[in-house]
């Protein structure tokens, strides 16, 4: 969150009677009375998750969904498009990381590309998909087994990547790269 949407919400009551405060509250409640009971190996990735929405919500409070929109939708639609491509070989690129690195909520995320008749996954999977079926076309690395190549693009299941791609182009991927042959 940039220095001055933090400064719209600091020592500010954050309404909790609608939109995400309506999720939040519980959640934080229901976090306090289990505290003891939270197993220590998961409490950071956990406390990780907690602090990533609780940030969302701060940005929702200080509305940075119309401060951003001030640069543009298309300019920022831009940005995050181009913040996805650099990003697709990890496998933990999400909807929710996007979001906060371009510090709008994800509601306001989701906006975006849907303007442009697509979704934030669609286009992560369109992408991904478009970069395996360049390297397995490609003479180079035909000695990586398709799994290894869904792999450099962020699909952690060989199976997955399998039957996406033939979803998408209507053959699997061991046919396309036979084809080319």
């Known amino acids: 969150m940039a220095e001055r949407d933090l400064a719209r919400v600091t020592a500010t009551a954050v309404p909790c009677h609608d939109g995400l405060g309506q999720v939040v509250l519980p ?5 306090a009375r289990q505290m003891e009971h939270l197993e220590s190996r998961g409490t950071p990735r956990l406390a990780d998750n907690v602090v990533g929405l ?4 701060l940005a929702e409070h200080a509305d940075v969904d119309r401060t951003t929109e001030e640069d543009g939708p ?6 995050v498009l181009g913040y996805m491509e650099q990003r697709l070989a990890d496998p933990g690129l999400s909807p929710e990381g996007i ?7 994800r509601r306001y ?5 849907a303007a442009q ?4 996954a669609g286009r992560i999977r369109e992408q991904r998909l478009a970069r395996c079926r360049r390297d397995l076309t ?3 690395l035909d000695h990586l087994p398709v799994g290894a190549v869904g792999g450099r693009w962020g699909f952690a299941d060989p199976a997955h990547v399998s039957h996406a791609f033939k979803a998408a182009y209507g053959m699997s ?9």
């Open 138 to 140: 490609g003479p180079a």
């Open 117 to 120: 008749g697509y979704t934030v």
């Open 27 to 31: 959640l934080l409640h229901g976090l």
């Open 99 to 105: 979001a906060a690195a371009h510090r709008i909520s």
């Open 74 to 79: 298309g300019l920022l639609t831009e940005r």
């Open 109 to 113: 995320l989701y906006k975006l590309p």
């Open 173 to 181: 991927p061991r046919e396309a790269r036979a084809a080319r042959r």
């Open 54 to 57: 609780i940030g969302t919500l």
